[in-house]
């Protein structure tokens, strides 16, 4: 049975030309799981949103989470309304996201958009997958996912996340590693635990064994392309640079 990602959002922080914020599309089995959800995700989305099965935030930086209000509208009065889909994230994601909204607005919000608390360690059954969840390296709760299908890993995805052993973990021997990449090396020095430049993500993807790597969330102020080269001193695995719209067969 195919096994897809479908890149929504490559950008890394902040949108750029033609490239919108952190969001991937999983299909697997005909089950649809979305990881993250950033600003002008829904742009690229190639289905209708009420068919999404289950939606899983890494964490609430806008990036990666800002279209739940456009997905929550699109479930609540699109053309398959009503619809829910279930949405795990970090605890009080609900209550913080649905803060922005009024009462009535709240109500639909979490009416439509399912949370359920999700935690480090956790290991969930989201259809056909069984994902389980790491603690990244990042100023606020964060959660790296490691999918497995029938046993196989099939992706991990870091989130946002300076490098550490938990990355490496979360990627062990996986499929592909979907990682963030904020920054090429000639950024240093950049901060310590808020992301990864291409060196670091290099690093972690050989150390765990990853057998490919996708690097994504680049800045748009860099050039994707020297971000994978310095991934590519590290790693001497196939490297894929996401694009919006790009889809890679897993
Ligand atoms: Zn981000
Ligand atoms: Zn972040």
Request: net charge negative.
């Amino acid at each position: 049975m195919s096994a897809t990602l479908t890149v929504l959002g490559s950008s890394g922080s902040y949108p750029g030309p033609g490239r919108a914020c952190s969001s991937y599309l999983v299909t697997v089995e005909g089950y649809r799981l979305l990881l993250d959800c950033g600003n002008g995700a829904l742009t690229n989305l190639p289905c209708d949103p009420a068919d999404l099965d289950a939606v899983l935030l890494s964490h609430l930086h806008p990036d990666h989470c800002a279209d739940v209000y456009g997905l929550h509208i699109a479930l609540r009065h699109g053309p398959s309304a009503p619809a829910r889909v279930d949405v795990h994230a970090p605890a009080g994601a609900g209550e913080r996201l649905g803060g922005l909204l009024d009462a009535e607005g709240r109500e639909g919000f979490l009416e439509h958009l399912r949370f359920h608390e999700a935690a480090a360690g956790q290991r969930l059954a989201l259809g056909p997958l069984s994902v389980t969840l790491f603690p990244a390296a990042h100023p606020l709760e964060t959660l790296a996912s490691r999918l497995e299908l029938h046993g196989r890993p099939l992706l991990s995805y870091t989130g946002d996340s300076g490098p550490c052993e938990a990355l490496v973990a979360c990627g062990e021997g996986t499929g592909l590693l979907v990682g963030d990449a904020t920054w090429p090396e000639s950024a240093r020095p950049v901060p310590a635990d808020l992301h990864c430049t291409g060196g670091d993500l290099g690093r972690v993807a050989a150390r765990a064994g990853a057998r490919r790597l996708l690097v994504t969330h680049v800045q748009p102020a860099y050039d994707p392309a020297e971000v994978a080269a310095d991934a590519a001193a590290a790693y001497d695995g196939q490297i894929l640079v996401a694009h919006d719209r790009m889809e890679i067969a897993l």
